[in-house]
């Protein structure tokens, strides 16, 4: 299932990834809950990304929350000023968070079951090591399936 793959003059082995560990980007950036949803917007363009990982203490970094530009969308069609709103008020609570360890298809059900497009990515002390979207997924498991084809 592994193929070699030609850097220099080294042959070295690429397998298809396996785990969550083996696709998350790493969070770069994260909110607290009583920053203002601008706050959210203004470093999501920046990041290009879909949603930050809201949590309470920079040290121990563990996810309390999720705010997504859907969180964003939804403020602005509801006429909210974004620099008054808090993240809290907008963020859903408590997210589903998974471990590196889980395997890719087991990320796709827990989000095709929870209608999840992002999910956190957490070590085994609970705190934030990454994030995984629904294109972080789809796209192993293209290169998982290309490989059992092969």
């Known amino acids: 299932m592994t193929e070699p793959v030609r850097q220099g003059t080294t042959s070295v082995p690429m397998r298809a990834p396996e785990t969550t560990g083996d696709v998350m980007r790493p969070a770069l950036t994260a909110a607290e809950p ?9 470093l999501m363009r920046h990041a ?3 949603s930050l990982v ?3 203490d920079e040290e121990a970094r563990k996810p309390v929350g999720l705010i997504t530009e859907a969180d964003i969308v939804k403020a602005v069609a509801d006429g909210k000023n974004l ?4 993240i809290l008020a907008q963020m859903t609570g408590d997210p589903i968070v998974i471990r590196t360890t889980v395997s890719i298809r087991e990320a ?3 989000m095709v079951a929870g209608h999840f497009r992002h999910l956190p990515v957490v070590g085994d002390d609970g705190s934030l090591k990454g994030m ?3 294109l972080d997924i789809c796209d192993a498991l293209r290169v998982c399936d290309t490989k059992v084809g092969s």
Do not use: F
């Open 83 to 86: 620099n008054d709103v808090r």
């Open 48 to 50: 290009g990304t879909t």
């Open 54 to 56: 809201v949590i309470t």
């Open 132 to 134: 995984v979207d629904i």
């Open 34 to 42: 009583n920053d203002h949803v601008a706050a959210a917007a203004y």
């Open 108 to 110: 796709a059900r827990i």
